[in-house]
């Protein structure tokens, strides 16, 4: 249970954003008769969405007059679905009520419009490389791939840092990573417990890395996140970055990691140096005149 917001002045915000949300709606949108003459109240009555709602008058009455009354989630969004309000509104109207927002329903996998290509690529030189929920990669730049050991055969971070064990001894303190990198999956994939995606992870992980598995079973969960990262590259040697994350527009819970070159230290020109001789290599061949 959530109280109907945490001051006098956002349960008078709360009241106001109800009785718009409502004059904008026409009782015939919903199949309900209107009497003849005029209505005094433009949009839905108070207790019309009551009715939509399931809930009753006088309870729905005070929750727009602003009196502290308890409010729950599940009656949360049934005022957001007989309000009609949209994914935005239904947010707001969470946050008023001091209850934690629902998380949008997508299928895990399902890929965002962004082009994440272009993304990534606009970070270079700092490695950058985009995730969703159950950690799928879904796109990293040429130089995540030089400094972390990707190739387009890695699809699941934590598949790959667990599994493989060039990108896993590239790290200067895998087990620190390996624990906390586990923890914050738990927190990420805590809405796909019935998901046979999430499971497919989690299974293949417990059975191809007894690392995974032992941390799994733990079940640890942290919030912070590793803020600096060292790697220990196989040819340019210690590279040191200050790693920071962002969650991308969209509904699709897609997280973005960019490795920034930790300032005074030589990881910067390295990473150019690594970039040159990348190019270098794969550059199409001169073509060759008569």
Same mark, same amino acid.
């Given at each position: @249970?959530?109280?109907? =917001?945490? !001051?006098?002045?956002?349960?008078?915000?709360?009241?106001?954003?109800?009785?718009?949300?409502?004059?904008?709606?026409?009782?015939?949108?919903?199949?309900?008769?209107?009497?003849?003459?005029?209505?005094?109240?433009? =949009?839905?009555?108070?207790?019309?969405?009551?009715?939509? #709602? %399931?809930?009753?008058?006088?309870?729905?009455?005070?929750?727009?007059?602003?009196?502290?009354?308890?409010?729950?989630?599940?009656?949360?969004?049934?005022?957001?679905?007989?309000?009609?309000?949209?994914?935005? *509104?239904?947010?707001?109207?969470?946050?008023?009520?001091?209850?934690? /927002? /629902?998380?949008?329903?997508?299928?895990? %996998?399902?890929?965002?419009?962004?082009?994440?290509?272009?993304?990534?690529? *606009?970070?270079?030189?700092? /490695?950058?490389?985009?995730?969703?929920?159950?950690?799928?990669?879904? %796109?990293? !730049?040429?130089?995540? &791939?030089?400094?972390?050991?990707?190739?387009?055969?890695?699809?699941?971070?934590?598949?790959?840092?667990?599994? !493989?064990? +060039?990108?896993?001894?590239?790290? #200067?303190?895998?087990?620190? @990573?390996?624990?906390? &990198?586990?923890?914050?999956?738990?927190?990420?994939? #805590? =809405?796909?417990?019935?998901?046979?995606?999430?499971?497919?992870?989690?299974?293949?992980?417990?059975?191809?890395?007894?690392?995974?598995?032992?941390?799994?079973?733990?079940?640890?969960?942290?919030?912070?996140?590793?803020?600096?990262? *060292?790697?220990?590259?196989?040819?340019?040697?210690?590279?040191?970055?200050?790693?920071?994350?962002?969650?991308?527009?969209?509904?699709?819970?897609?997280? @973005?990691?960019?490795?920034?070159?930790?300032?005074?230290?030589?990881?910067?020109?390295?990473?150019?140096?690594?970039?040159?001789?990348?190019?270098? +290599?794969? #550059?199409? /061949?001169?073509?060759?005149?008569?």
């Amino acid at each position: @249970m959530a109280k109907s =917001g945490g !001051n006098s002045r956002q349960r008078e915000e709360l009241g106001h954003f109800l009785k718009t949300r409502r004059s904008r709606l026409s009782p015939t949108d919903f199949g309900l008769s209107v009497s003849a003459g005029r209505r005094r109240t433009p =949009g839905l009555r108070r207790e019309e969405v009551a009715v939509l #709602a %399931g809930i009753g008058t006088s309870w729905y009455t005070w929750l727009e007059q602003g009196r502290d009354i308890n409010v729950s989630e599940s009656v949360a969004r049934a005022i957001g679905r007989a309000l009609c309000l949209d994914r935005s *509104e239904v947010r707001y109207l969470y946050q008023l009520l001091g209850i934690t /927002p /629902p998380q949008p329903t997508v299928a895990v %996998g399902e890929r965002t419009t962004v082009d994440l290509r272009h993304v990534v690529d *606009e970070c270079l030189p700092s /490695p950058a490389l985009v995730v969703d929920s159950l950690w799928n990669l879904l %796109g990293f !730049n040429a130089s995540a &791939a030089l400094v972390f050991g990707f190739t387009p055969e890695d699809r699941n971070l934590l598949i790959s840092f667990f599994t !493989n064990p +060039e990108i896993w001894s590239r790290y #200067a303190e895998p087990e620190l @990573m390996a624990r906390m &990198a586990v923890a914050q999956f738990r927190i990420s994939a #805590a =809405g796909h417990y019935d998901d046979p995606l999430f499971n497919n992870v989690v299974t293949t992980l417990c059975e191809q890395s007894p690392q995974f598995a032992a941390l799994w079973y733990s079940h640890e969960v942290l919030d912070s996140r590793m803020r600096h990262k *060292e790697v220990n590259h196989p040819t340019v040697g210690r590279l040191v970055f200050d790693t920071h994350s962002w969650q991308l527009d969209g509904p699709e819970q897609i997280r @973005m990691f960019l490795h920034i070159p930790r300032r005074h230290s030589d990881t910067r020109r390295k990473l150019e140096c690594l970039l040159d001789q990348h190019a270098r +290599e794969h #550059a199409l /061949p001169e073509r060759v005149t008569a």
